[in-house]
């Protein structure tokens, strides 16, 4: 993970990031120089490592022009824990909603299971040499020396077992020995794969449990089925599986004994407090209008009171222990169609010292999003029609009227940025989409320019109709 942090400067973070999100450059470096600042603090001097407290960020724009997908990216960059939460989820004190320290205990529950896949693969080829031990267990028992005395030779001043037996035990070890290596090649080789064995798995005891009230077992750091899980005895279950099958359901039994869970759980821990990534999305919808302070802005200002400690450098108690949030770098979204980030509290607004504002999305733009990044939905479209024996070809001049289309209704009606890319294409393609493969022949569809207007012009010029269905 060291390695991976020191490898991406802001520039090739930026460059990653262009792959996927068109545009928002500003907004692009901001999160890049963050991101780099997690690793240069690691290779500060201790004395002052600790002072050295992340920039949090807020990210002002409308819907649908990367805000999410900038993060998200972000996070897979750098191998690192995040979450993305939205703060219109949280109420005051949990009351009907969830409390605000959970964000920190579903991000380290994150953290763990990456830890522990990440260890997982570490011991994969040791689990898969214990389980085809015991499937060659279950398949060749291994040879039992018998336990009843060994008739005895009386000499006049030693007892000697009788060469025999002896003789006889030794062989029909070698044999058994030699079956297994015989019969271990054909494991390894697959051409055991579809025949059927019994073995026994472990069971896991299934605890259901319902708490009354806003607070669950989860916000309270208790994992009820762990406890639950020791009180019990482990049971063991009878099952009946062809080996491949079963060889995935051992290696997986094998590999959970080979891992430390408390080394896993002190890493999980460490990478939280050093690299998780919070993202709050909406955190306009529980800013103030003003601080007129009637009716639900009470509540709204609670949530913000209740995230300022968390944002500040708190300790969460999760079951896993005991998470620092000082470094943990917060991002936080919003469109502020109605409020503005000034309408946040003082304190909060003094926690996200980092304000960038995203651009709209242009027609250049549209044509940008629907050809450059490598999950474009124009691929997307034709790789799925492809899977049929369609192929699908989108003329330059048919993609730069649906650019067109595209910022016109998002003009008139709503502004909701790339998402509405993902209406006009579904309503383009629809007869397309729904005549393959049964009447559709399997051909070439090729979609110009006039092919957009004949399909979206009628829709596009009455307004009160693609208020519906644009």
């Known amino acids: 993970m060291t390695d991976t942090m020191k490898a991406l400067t802001p520039t090739k973070i930026v460059k990653e990031l262009d792959k996927f999100i068109i545009g928002q450059t500003e907004a692009k470096r901001a ?17 002052l490592r600790e002072e050295i407290l992340p920039n949090n960020i807020i990210l002002i724009g409308p819907t649908g022009v990367g805000k999410t997908e900038i993060s998200r990216r972000l996070a897979k960059l750098a191998e690192a824990p995040f979450i993305k939460v939205e703060a219109s989820k949280f109420t005051e004190v949990g009351y009907v909603g969830r409390d605000v320290e959970s964000m920190v205990r579903d991000l380290t529950d994150r953290a763990v299971n990456m830890v522990k896949e990440e260890k997982t693969l570490e011991v994969q080829s040791k689990a898969e040499e214990l389980a085809d031990e015991r499937i060659l267990d279950i398949l060749i028992p291994p040879v039992r020396r018998p336990h009843q005395p060994i008739h005895q030779v009386q000499t006049q ?54 708490v009354l009230g806003p607070v669950g077992l989860d916000d309270m750091g208790i994992n009820i089925q762990e406890i639950m899980g020791n009180l ?4 063991r279950k009878k099952r009946k ?27 999980a821990i460490k990478r939280v407090e050093d690299s998780g990534i ?21 509540s709204r200002e609670g949530v913000q009171r209740d995230l300022l400690p968390i944002v500040e ?94 910022t016109e209704v998002n003009e008139q009606v709503e502004n909701i940025g790339a998402r509405r890319l993902h209406t006009i294409l579904t309503t383009l ?42």
């Open 313 to 406: 450098g708190t300790n969460v108690n999760t079951k896993y222990g005991v998470v620092r949030t000082d470094h943990i770098l917060f991002i936080a979204s919003g469109a502020f169609h109605v409020s503005k980030p000034s309408d946040l509290i003082p304190e909060l607004q003094g926690r996200f010292p980092i304000r960038v504002e995203l651009n709209s999305l242009s027609e250049e733009d549209f044509v940008q999003i629907l050809t450059t990044p490598q999950n474009a939905l124009l691929k997307q479209y034709c790789a799925l029609l492809e899977t049929e024996g369609v192929k699908l070809k989108f003329t330059e001049d048919g993609i730069r009227e649906i650019a067109r289309v595209a």
């Open 241 to 267: 599986t062809t080996i491949a099958d079963a060889k995935k359901i051992i290696v997986q039994e094998e590999a959970q004994k080979l891992i430390d869970m408390d080394a896993v759980q002190r890493e």
């Open 429 to 470: 393609l629809d007869e397309i989409l729904f005549d393959v493969p049964d009447k559709l022949p399997k051909e070439k569809v090729q979609v110009t320019a006039e092919f957009v207007k004949e399909k979206l012009d009628k829709i596009v010029k009455n307004r009160d109709l693609s208020k519906f269905i644009l």
């Open 157 to 210: 001043n030693n007892v000697q077992p009788q060469p025999q037996q002896q003789q006889e035990t030794v062989s029909e070890e070698y044999q058994n020995q030699k079956t297994r290596e015989w019969m271990k090649q054909k494991l390894k080789n697959g051409e055991m794969d579809d025949k059927v064995i019994e073995f026994d798995s472990q069971a896991t005891p299934t605890v259901g449990m319902q």
């Open 232 to 235: 019990m005895p482990k049971k």
């Open 31 to 47: 999160v890049a120089i963050a991101l780099r600042n997690r690793w240069r603090r690691q290779q500060v001097e201790d004395s």
């Open 278 to 298: 919070v993202f709050i999305d909406e955190i306009d919808k529980v800013a103030g209008n003003g601080g007129k302070g009637q009716g639900p802005d009470v």
